[in-house]
C-alpha cells in the first residue's frame, strides 16, 4: 500500500452540486453549493450543505457540516425494524422494512442517505416536493426517529394480518329478504 494513500474512515457522496447567484449594484457573483451525504456504511450517517466560491470549498465545508450532525440508525440485520413516515418542509419520506434480497428501492437523495447508512433492504416512497435538500434531510430525520424493537413487535406486517384474519370468526353475510309487493285480493 502506498504511504501517501489515505484510508477514509466516511465514504462520502454528492447529492447536489448547484451555482448559486446573488445580485448586486455591480452585476452578479456567482458561488457553489454543495449537498454532501457522509456514512460509515454501518449504521452512522449525516447531511450537509455547504456554500464555498468554488466547487472545492463548497464541498469540504457541506463535508464538514455533515461529520458534525452525524446520527447513530437503528438496525435490525439488513433493514429497519419498522414502517415510518416523516415530513420535512414540503418533502415527506415513508420507509417499510423489506425482506432479506429485496435491495434498496429508493431514488434521488433518498437512496444515498439509506445507502450511507448501511441499509440493504428497504422500501420507500418520496411525497411532495422533489427537492434534493428536503428530502435528503427528511430521510436522515426518519432515520434518527427509528426506535429498536424486540422481536415480538417487529414481526413484519403480512404475519399480523394473517394472525388476525385467523383470530376472527368467518362470518357469513345473510341477506335480507326481498320485498315483493303483494296484491290485494278482494272478494
Not at 450543505?49 to 450532525?69: F, L, M, N
Not at 411525497?127 to 432515520?143: D, E
Request: charged share 30%; hydrophobic share 40%; net charge positive.
Amino acid at each position: 500500500m502506498n504511504p501517501t494513500t489515505e484510508v477514509k474512515e466516511f465514504e462520502e457522496k454528492i447529492i447536489a452540486l448547484d451555482r448559486v447567484t446573488r445580485v448586486v449594484k455591480g452585476g452578479r457573483r456567482f458561488r457553489f453549493r454543495a449537498t454532501v451525504v457522509v456514512g460509515d456504511g454501518v449504521s452512522r450517517v449525516g447531511v450537509g450543505v455547504g456554500k464555498g466560491g468554488d466547487v472545492q470549498a463548497s464541498i469540504a465545508k457541506a463535508v464538514a457540516k455533515a461529520k458534525r450532525s452525524m446520527i447513530n440508525v437503528n438496525l435490525r440485520e439488513t433493514t429497519i425494524p419498522h414502517e415510518i413516515e416523516v415530513r420535512f418542509g414540503g418533502a415527506r419520506v415513508f420507509m417499510k422494512p423489506a425482506r432479506p434480497g429485496t435491495g434498496v428501492i429508493a431514488g434521488g437523495a433518498v437512496r444515498s442517505v439509506v445507502e450511507a447508512a448501511g441499509i440493504r433492504d428497504l422500501l420507500t416512497k418520496s411525497l411532495g416536493s422533489s427537492n434534493k435538500i428536503n428530502n435528503a434531510y427528511a430521510t436522515a430525520l426518519a432515520l434518527s426517529k427509528l426506535q429498536a424493537l424486540p422481536v415480538k413487535e417487529a414481526a413484519p406486517v403480512a404475519e399480523k394480518v394473517e394472525k388476525a384474519a385467523e383470530a376472527k370468526p368467518k362470518t357469513t353475510a345473510k341477506k335480507a329478504p326481498v320485498k315483493t309487493a303483494a296484491k290485494k285480493e278482494t272478494k
